[in-house]
């Protein structure tokens, strides 16, 4: 073998050598890229929030019964929403006021302090801040459903905002924007009850948040 033919060897081989490694370290970087560590295992949800009555004006009695009556519903759509999910745990009112007894300070602070006391690693908080029930029928309806509610989930560690949202939506007439057919389609066209456009909200909001959507 002359050398000239020993060096075109000893460069193939190099090249090859090369390909390989580059080859293992690309299928690493996929498989790592395919099954990231989950950044949440546990999640704790607090009871639901009733956003606080603007202080300039007495609310009156009819708006805060509606609010408990959305809390109530929120709940009720939340396990429903996590029925399937073992690792999330909701806290009724009871559960929440007994690890809560003696504990004081920042509301935030007290929430991650009560869902690390369940050993997990986030807790959800929701607040309800509107909840009017349809006046009238799926096809007749003198006044619309209308809902607003906003969301955070918390590491319970860091304190850092994993994801968070809100929904603000009242039912309007089709005739109102054609462009929300696709909507109006989906609804039956119809006029839907406050819990409906409430888990609406739910579903819609929940999906873009990685740690909260449908697994």
């Known amino acids: 073998m002359t050398a000239d033919s020993g060096n075109k060897c000893r460069n193939f081989l190099l090249l090859m050598m090369l390909f390989l490694l ?7 970087r996929q ?15 607090l009871p639901i929030i009733i956003a606080p009555a603007d202080n ?14 959305g809390a109530a519903t929120f709940t009720l ?9 073992p690792s999330v745990t909701i806290l009724d009112e009871a559960q929440h006021e007994g690890l809560a007894a ?30 009017v029930e349809r006046e009238g029928g799926s096809y ?3 006044q619309p459903a209308s809902v607003s509610f906003n969301f955070r989930l918390l590491g319970v560690e860091s304190g850092v905002t994993l ?25 039956g066209f119809k006029w839907i009850t406050a819990q409906d456009l409430l888990k609406e909200g739910i579903l819609k909001k929940f999906k873009e948040c990685p740690e909260l959507a449908d697994q």
């Open 56 to 69: 300039s004006k007495p609310a009156p009695q009819t708006a805060v019964n509606r609010l408990k009556e």
């Open 140 to 142: 007749a309806s003198a």
């Open 77 to 85: 759509l939340l396990a429903e929403y996590f029925k399937e999910r």
């Open 163 to 187: 994801c968070d949202g809100s929904f603000d939506e009242t039912q309007h007439p089709l005739s109102d924007n054609l462009f929300n057919i696709h909507i109006a389609a989906s609804r």
């Open 22 to 28: 580059a080859s293992a370290c690309a299928i690493h």
């Open 31 to 45: 498989s790592d890229k395919e099954d990231p560590a989950p950044r949440v295992q546990k999640i704790v949800v």
């Open 102 to 131: 003696d504990l004081t300070g920042d509301p935030e602070i007290l929430a991650r302090t009560i869902a690390g006391k369940n050993k997990a690693d986030a807790v959800l908080l929701c607040t309800i801040n509107r909840f």
